[in-house]
């Protein structure tokens, strides 16, 4: 037996430090010649495909699709060669056929994985395969988005996709205006509703161009699982409560004023969640984990913040939110969210959650049955605040109101005790200055 | 763009503005007389013999065989360039600079020098290169950062590759200078040119400037030898000039031709004419070649970001090979049994850079300290025992890495 051969990846731009592992295109048993295309990378800086340094039969592929690994990492073993080594095969193209494939086509893919929000076709793809398979100047794979590196920068801040934005500048390129106006079209009106119904976008199906499948994967995936698991395992329960909030905003008013908040974002969102601390405090079984033969009381508080994101729902949570001060606690809501808003939420940021809060009220919603988040057994719904009718001592005067729903594990949370623990989230809403107690 | 932005007065009525053009008194400087479209051409995109009279006669004369030989060293340098570049994403080389797309620029004008002529080349004349005799695995040792040449530019009469941008062209017309000089102290020895290659991108430097004032004032003998493959990196031909390049010349005072940089034989014959103009005490010549960069700017880059497929697919149309082999064909120049047998001459260049290259064995960084002066020096050898202590540091850290790293 001939010894066989690793191939680390390499660093195929200046200084690149990592890739992801795109697709494999040989698989273990294949057999490979010199500058046979092995994968597809994408590096901080496009998606380049690797020729094999070695000839010989894949042994073993050391990295899976989807990883993001360093450059020096075997990726690939293989062994015995089954043709002489050093006779090359011509990699991409032959020298005399210029025209078809050429060697130095565009180094397929797109630019850094954080504005890689749509990726476009490759060479070799179905779609660029059907087209017209004999043809010297066959369709080349449609390019990306033109933009410079600041415009992509916005974008990406802005989280808006390139590829959605309509071009005018020079040789279609997306510019900072453009990229603007698209965000002002945005706000004013749902995305993209105006030729929504005329074809689907992505890929259709073959027999209705108007039916456009989305694969279920990464966090779409996950959130799926999740809920599921949560929502048929968990007998949810949930009660709801309007509360009279006007206190809330106006000390949400003076913090925003006062010295010591200077710089720090303060939303109502915060003076709810130090009251979602306090309220499981005095009724800790809402802080607990169901384990099917205990009960996991928690004397500490993970506070889950649920958070759109760009790449899909994210749950990440304050780590022992209990010890925090209401500054210490606005900093940190914040820079969650920025985190999360940034796509840069990291796993460990979502692990170990003792209890969630969902803030629905800032898409304008009133209130809702959420689902508990697996492994916690109580969710607080936040609703939107806003200026109702209220009677106070008999006279119907306005007054800040929100409703605050709950869902809750009634294997482990009562009717009573569920009760209980919104109705004194409900008591700091009202009055703020209960915290002082 | 339209012939109006061309207008060398620069003063455009749009806008609504009551100045118009500046007239034709004497003292108002007319309009260029090369426009965009305008070039030398010998051999059309199709492949079809262009009438010249001027140029068409150096290619006239020309036997079966050179031409055959133009095609044999384009493809073999475009064989060559993938191999390299292959080698690259192989992690053999730090980086590669792609040349496809301008073979016919480079071949055309290399086989137009003579032996005793000299090349100043950028970091892309690989076809050049191939047409000077060089061992083309010579030119991958910088790329694989072991040297910071590669070769002795003295046995080919072909200069280092320059990565300063421009900075060969300012090297190019001293040396034409010292030519002049030699010829001036020894009437014997043999007329020679100089060839001086740079990129659009280049054009825009200082130094290029420089280099044409001093090549007019000494009446050099230089060729300018301006690959326009129009980007500059990421940045278009239109944002570099308003005009093409060519008519800058006549700001210098001395010729300039514009070719069609894709069209070897054309290439070949204004070099041709340059360097005779050259050689002959008449002083510097400019050439635009016009062409494109079919690939990355270099393996580090990704074109996809900056231009749309469409302007590619455009040029490839216009592709330097094809189009010779398409007249060979015709012609009954060359047969089945010629384009394998280069195919085959170029798969066995490739395997001779493969293995030229991996037997060149690693960089030594140490040496790069040993040889920054000719004797020791404080200041080295307190950046090589930092070096010494960094590297300890990594190899450390590498170890643990790979104690405790997944397989």
Same mark, same amino acid.
């Given at each position: 037996m001939s010894t066989s051969n690793i191939f680390k990846l390499p660093d195929v731009g200046e200084g690149l430090v990592e890739a992801e592992i795109v697709a494999w295109q040989v698989k273990a048993g294949d057999i490979v010649a010199v500058n046979d295309v092995l994968v597809e990378i994408e590096t901080a800086k496009s998606i380049v495909e690797l020729p094999s340094p070695y000839a010989g039969v894949v042994a073993e592929l050391l990295v899976a699709d989807g990883d993001t690994v360093e450059v020096g990492t075997p990726i690939i073993r293989i062994g015995g060669s089954a043709a002489a080594p050093e006779e090359s095969a011509s990699p991409a193209t032959p020298a005399d056929v210029p025209a078809e494939a050429p060697a130095m086509k565009p180094l397929v893919g797109s630019g850094p994985k954080a504005d890689a929000v749509r990726r476009r076709p490759r060479a070799g793809s179905p779609a660029a395969v059907e087209a017209a398979p004999a043809a010297p100047a066959a369709p080349a794979p449609a390019n990306r988005v033109l933009a410079k590196p600041p415009v992509r920068k916005a974008a990406k801040d802005l989280g808006i996709n390139l590829a959605d934005v309509a071009p005018?500048?020079?040789?279609?390129?997306?510019?900072?205006?453009?990229?603007?106006?698209?965000?002002?079209?945005?706000? @004013?009106?749902?995305? +993209?509703?105006? %030729?929504?119904?005329?074809? !689907? *976008?992505?890929?259709?199906?073959?027999? #209705?161009?108007?039916?456009?499948?989305?694969?279920?994967?990464?966090?779409?995936? @996950?959130?799926?699982? +999740?809920?599921? %698991?949560?929502?048929?395992? !968990? *007998?949810?329960?949930?009660?709801?409560? #309007?509360?009279?909030?006007?206190?809330?905003?106006?000390?949400v008013k003076r913090l925003k004023v006062s010295r010591d908040f200077e710089g720090i974002k303060v939303s109502p969102l915060l003076i709810l969640a130090k009251a979602v601390i306090w309220a499981a405090a005095r009724n800790p079984s809402v802080n607990a984990t169901w384990t099917g033969d205990e009960i996991i009381i928690k004397h500490f508080m993970n506070l889950g913040i649920a958070a759109a994101t760009p790449r899909g729902l994210m749950v990440p949570n304050i780590k022992d939110a209990q010890e925090l001060s209401l500054k210490e606690l606005a900093i940190a809501l914040n820079a969650l969210a920025t985190t999360a808003r940034a796509g840069k939420t990291q796993p460990a940021d979502m692990a170990g959650g003792s209890l969630t809060v969902t803030n629905i009220g800032a898409l304008g919603i009133d209130t809702g049955t959420p689902i508990i988040n697996p492994g916690e057994v109580a969710i607080v719904a936040f609703g939107t605040i806003k200026q109702k009718p209220w009677v106070v001592e008999g006279e119907v005067v306005p007054r800040w109101v929100t409703t605050l729903g709950g869902s809750f594990d009634h294997r482990v949370v009562d009717g009573d005790l569920s009760a209980r623990f919104m109705a004194d989230v409900a008591a700091i809403m009202e009055e703020p200055a209960l915290l002082l107690d | 763009?339209?012939?109006?932005?061309?207008?060398?007065?620069?003063?455009?009525?749009?806008?609504?503005?009551?100045?118009?053009?500046?007239?034709?008194?004497?003292?108002?400087?007319?309009?260029?007389?090369?426009?965009?479209?305008?070039?030398?051409?010998?051999?059309?995109?199709?492949?079809?013999?262009?009438?010249?009279?001027?140029?068409?006669?150096?290619?006239?004369?020309?036997?079966?065989?050179?031409?055959?030989?133009?095609?044999?060293?384009?493809?073999?340098?475009?064989?060559?360039?993938?191999?390299?570049?292959?080698?690259?994403?192989?992690?053999?080389?730090?980086?590669?600079?792609?040349?496809?797309?301008?073979?016919?620029?480079?071949?055309?004008?290399?086989?137009?020098?003579?032996?005793?002529?000299?090349?100043?080349?950028?970091?892309?004349e690989h076809g050049v290169a191939l047409t000077r005799g060089l061992d083309l695995a010579d030119l991958l040792k910088l790329f694989r950062g072991i040297s910071n040449g590669g070769w002795d530019p003295r046995e080919n009469n072909f200069h280092l590759y320059t990565l300063v941008l421009a900075a060969q062209t300012l090297h190019a017309v001293g040396y034409a200078m010292g030519i002049q000089r030699d010829a001036a102290a020894d009437s014997a020895s043999e007329p020679a040119a100089v060839v001086a290659y740079f990129g659009d991108g280049a054009s825009s430097e200082g130094d290029v400037h420089e280099s044409m004032v001093f090549a007019a004032s000494f009446n050099a003998p230089v060729v300018f030898f301006c690959q326009n493959n129009n980007w500059a990196i990421s940045v278009p031909f239109e944002v570099q000039s308003k005009v093409p390049l060519v008519n800058r010349a006549g700001g210098y005072g001395f010729p300039g031709i514009r070719v069609d940089g894709n069209d070897v034989l054309a290439v070949y014959a204004v070099t041709q004419w340059a360097l005779d103009h050259a050689r002959s005490g008449k002083g510097p010549v400019l050439i635009e070649a016009s062409t494109y960069r079919v690939g990355a700017h270099t393996t580090a880059d990704d074109p996809t970001k900056y231009r749309a497929s469409a302007e590619e697919e455009a040029w490839r149309a216009k592709d330097p090979l094809q189009r010779l082999e398409t007249y060979l064909r015709a012609e009954g120049l060359a047969d089945d049994d010629f384009f394998a047998q280069v195919k085959n001459d170029g798969d066995e260049l490739a395997s001779h850079v493969r293995r030229a290259t991996l037997a060149l064995g690693g960089a030594n960084i140490r040496q790069k300290f040993a040889t920054v002066y000719a004797e020791a020096h404080p200041l080295v050898a307190e950046e090589l025992a930092w070096f010494e202590n960094y590297e300890a540091g990594f190899a450390a850290a590498d170890t643990q890495t790979s104690q405790g790293g997944a397989a």
């Open positions: 005018t500048g020079l040789r279609g390129e997306v510019t900072k205006k453009d990229l603007l106006s698209h965000r002002d079209q945005q706000a @004013a009106g749902p995305a +993209a509703a105006g %030729d929504f119904w005329a074809h !689907a *976008p992505g890929p259709a199906v073959a027999e #209705d161009p108007r039916i456009e499948r989305i694969k279920v994967k990464g966090v779409r995936k @996950a959130t799926a699982k +999740a809920m599921v %698991d949560s929502a048929f395992s !968990a *007998p949810h329960v949930s009660i709801f409560v #309007d509360v009279d909030a006007s206190r809330t905003m106006e000390f | 763009m339209g012939a109006a932005q061309q207008s060398a007065t620069g003063i455009g009525s749009e806008n609504g503005t009551r100045v118009g053009p500046a007239g034709a008194s004497a003292g108002v400087l007319q309009p260029h007389t090369v426009g965009e479209r305008d070039m030398v051409q010998l051999l059309d995109a199709a492949g079809n013999r262009r009438h010249e009279d001027t140029f068409g006669p150096y290619v006239d004369e020309l036997d079966a065989e050179t031409l055959r030989g133009f095609y044999r060293d384009m493809a073999v340098v475009r064989r060559f360039d993938a191999e390299a570049t292959a080698l690259q994403r192989q992690g053999e080389l730090a980086l590669w600079v792609p040349v496809v797309g301008q073979e016919a620029a480079q071949i055309g004008s290399g086989r137009a020098m003579r032996p005793a002529d000299y090349a100043f080349p950028t970091y892309r």
